[in-house]
């Protein structure tokens, strides 16, 4: 199928093709018609899949075909994290280049005033973190009361980070009349509640399953011993010639160590978490991007939302506690259908983290023992003896995991983060 099927203005389809993009995925061929009529939309798809352009394109679509002269905000995208707002307004200001609407993003850890200079100056398409509007909205330097379309982008993620009250605080602020979108890559009861209650008949659309990101990628687990994790890291990437390799760290601290240590061995490398500031993500990842550092260690929750254009491979330093984690990371790589490789460095002491994950993806990940880092210690294949819950957090917190929240420590997370004024309490995803 081809682009121009689909209805879009040929200024969109200007940008498709400056964009290089040959053929509409799959959640674009399915939700840009939808979206052009102006109906609801109920979208099962993750990020990886085009799902940012499956949203902006119809709406910069139907935003220049009933132009106002009265600029206004008139598209407003709520996503999770920075840095995706940094993304999605990209890809508006990307898909928009010929034409002439304001794109803003608004997210906190930046100065406030600034964003209140810019919104002043009239925008057209706010793209925002939940805590960060909600500001603006309470200062009231920003009025939403002429919305057309709303977006909820990663909705699961937004409820898996604590955002659903502020969600539901925002959502008064919005006309009851306008044209609903909601994204969401797995749909838990409180997404389906909030889905019932803010959309108006939608299409329901579901592009693949959570899991079928880790189809693409080619899986590969390294058993070495976990004092030689490192030398290994450092041997791949100088041995298999990796110049861009985006490595997940199950801490801040670990992050940081292993970023050092690779420096000192005079390998590029860069720490992305929620300990820096957004100044320094901002720029570790614009290195990262550029390819002026090779290697990115990052932590689980800072890397969500990362898209970096053909990225070809990312390393799991420690395997995630949480199996689905495993999924986000590696679908950092193989993205809107590119190859992709995910290597894991497993230990002995992973065996049954390993084994969750295998369990989750339904098949086994091929091992290969890299020669001259023979484990000492193999890595069992057995099912593992006690097979309780999930590992939970361990209580130290300054050494302790930088995890995401879908786990199921999720609720007692909620429970006393919600204790806090949400508008006040910090969120460094
Ligand atoms: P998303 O799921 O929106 O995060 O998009 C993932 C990646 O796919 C981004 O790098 C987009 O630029 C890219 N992309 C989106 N649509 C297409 C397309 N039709 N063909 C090729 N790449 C695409």
Redesign the pocket.
């Known amino acids: 199928m081809s682009f121009n099927k689909l209805g879009l203005s040929s200024a969109l389809l200007k940008s498709i093709q400056a964009?290089g993009?040959?053929?509409?995925?799959e959640i674009?061929q399915e939700a840009i018609p939808e979206i052009l009529k102006g109906n609801d939309i109920l979208a099962g798809a993750q990020?990886?899949?085009?799902?940012?352009?499956a949203f902006a394109l119809p709406i910069l679509h139907r935003l220049q075909n009933a132009e106002s002269k009265r600029r206004r905000v008139r598209v407003l995208v709520l996503v999770p994290t920075r840095e995706l707002a940094s993304q999605v307004g990209e890809s508006f200001r990307d898909y928009g280049s010929n034409l002439r609407f304001r794109v803003s993003v608004l997210y906190g850890g930046v100065s406030i005033n600034t964003q209140i200079d810019k919104i002043r100056k009239g925008v057209d398409i706010v793209v925002a973190t939940p805590g960060r509007l909600l500001d603006h909205l309470n200062q009231k330097t920003l009025n939403l009361s002429e919305l057309e379309t709303f977006v909820l982008d990663e909705a699961d993620r937004m409820l898996d980070m604590g955002f659903i009250r502020d969600i539901k605080r925002i959502l008064k602020y919005l006309p009851d009349e306008k044209q609903n979108l909601l994204f969401s890559a797995t749909f838990p009861n409180e997404i389906k509640t909030l889905a019932d209650s803010l959309l108006n008949a939608p299409k329901r659309i579901q592009v693949r399953s959570s899991n079928s990101t880790a189809e693409k990628v080619v899986q590969v687990v390294y058993p070495v011993d976990k004092a030689r994790k490192r030398e290994l890291l450092a041997h791949c990437i100088r041995e298999e010639g990796w110049f861009q390799v985006l490595v997940f760290s199950r801490t801040k601290h670990g992050a940081n160590k292993l970023a050092q240590q690779l420096s000192k061995e005079g390998i590029d490398a860069d720490a992305f978490h929620g300990n820096k500031s957004q100044a320094q993500r901002t720029r570790a990842l614009k290195d990262f991007k550029d390819s002026k550092t090779q290697v990115l260690v990052a932590t689980d929750i800072a890397a969500r939302g990362i898209?970096i254009?053909l990225l070809p491979q990312v390393v799991n330093f420690d395997l995630p506690y949480v199996p689905e984690d495993y999924i986000h990371r590696i679908g950092r790589t193989a993205?809107?259908?590119q190859e992709g490789k995910a290597i894991s460095l497993v230990s002995a002491d992973e065996h049954k983290l390993l084994f969750d994950i295998e369990k989750l993806l339904n098949s086994p990940i091929p091992r290969k023992t890299i020669e001259g880092f023979e484990p000492t210690q193999n890595l069992s294949t057995e099912a593992p003896k006690s097979r309780g819950s999930r590992r939970r957090k361990p209580s130290n917190r300054s050494k302790g995991p930088e995890r995401s929240r879908s786990s199921r420590g999720r609720s007692s997370f909620n429970k006393k983060r919600n204790k806090r004024s949400p508008s006040k309490s910090k969120r460094r995803p």
């Open positions: 964009k993009y040959s053929e509409p995925s674009q990020t990886g899949t085009g799902k940012t352009a898209d254009n993205r809107a259908g």
